[in-house]
């Protein structure tokens, strides 16, 4: 925003009060305006610059090979903004169940532009009235042990237009069951992102690309068993199982061009998935298909 001054070189008080509150009425009445018209989702707390301390315990080993976009490191995650479809084409974190079984902090609910990306990232208003929820990449509960990684979760970078019942579902379901495997195996590499070839539209004054669909991989590198698995999920609502969604992720990076965990040697890993090692929940599927793709 712009810096205004005035000048104070008269001596009359009344003169000079008389300026200031009609300065003040001047300055409020552009402020409500320019709100108005953007939606509101500009705040001097939102970053322009990298946070001065990155992923702890974590070395970045686990980035995916032949990114497009701008990378942007953040408190616990990093991922890479494709500015021509105005979100991030993938992100990706450790998930470890020490930080899981931390106390929650507050969730942030302040959805904000990162002012990071080089010619802006989308903003609130783009999904005002859209028919698209405002969707987390990297989940706000996934970062909800530290308050800092749970505000920068909610910037506009970390956000992708997710059909509704798409998100309070089936998305939903796979979310939870991460974290249920993060606990269970002690940590996870995660790199989730959308599917942004042939995008199903757009939305806002960005133009905001709507993806056909989300993928999410997963590997676990922890003994005795390194294993990994991936999902390819359509962005619409699902009665379907979530396992029938599983696949290998090879299969992830021939639909996105990525190579997923280029440092590691997994090429078994990578080819080839084994439902019996990843534990689905009837519980959460009935759930799901009985409420959550309801609401």
Do not use: C
Request: aromatic share 14%.
């Amino acid at each position: 925003m712009a810096t205004y001054r005035t000048n104070h070189s008269r001596s009359k008080s009344g003169d000079k009060t008389a300026r200031v509150g009609i300065f003040a009425i001047i300055i409020a009445g552009l402020l409500f305006v320019f709100n108005w018209f953007t939606g509101g989702d500009t705040a001097p707390e939102t970053p322009t610059e990298e946070p001065e301390e990155q992923v702890e315990t974590t070395t970045f080993d686990f980035l995916p090979g032949g990114s497009r976009g701008q990378i942007v490191y953040n408190p616990y995650f990093v991922l890479s903004y494709a500015e021509a479809h105005e979100q991030a084409e993938w992100v990706a974190y450790e998930l470890t169940a020490e930080r899981l079984n931390e106390d929650w902090v507050e969730r942030a609910d302040e959805f904000l532009p990162d002012n990071r990306i080089k010619n802006g990232s989308a903003a609130l208003s783009d999904y005002h009235n859209s028919g698209y929820d405002r969707g987390h990449l990297v989940p706000a509960a996934d970062m909800a042990f530290d308050a800092e990684a749970m505000r920068y979760s909610f910037l506009m970078s970390n956000i992708s237009p997710q059909a509704p019942n798409f998100n309070k579902g089936i998305w939903r379901e796979l979310e939870e069951l991460t974290r249920s495997w993060a606990k269970k195996n002690k940590a996870l590499y995660v790199v989730t992102g959308p599917i942004l070839s042939q995008p199903k539209g757009a939305i806002g004054p960005n133009r905001v690309s709507v993806p056909r669909a989300y993928y999410k991989v997963l590997l676990d590198v922890t003994e005795p068993q390194f294993k990994g698995i991936a999902f390819l999920i359509p962005n619409e609502v699902s009665f379907e199982p979530l396992y029938k969604f599983a696949v290998s992720i090879r299969e992830v990076e021939k639909a996105t061009g990525f190579d997923f965990f280029p440092d590691f040697d997994i090429e078994a890993e990578e080819s080839t998935f084994n439902l019996d090692f990843w534990e689905f929940s009837k519980r959460k599927y009935e759930l799901r298909v009985n409420k959550w793709n309801q609401e």
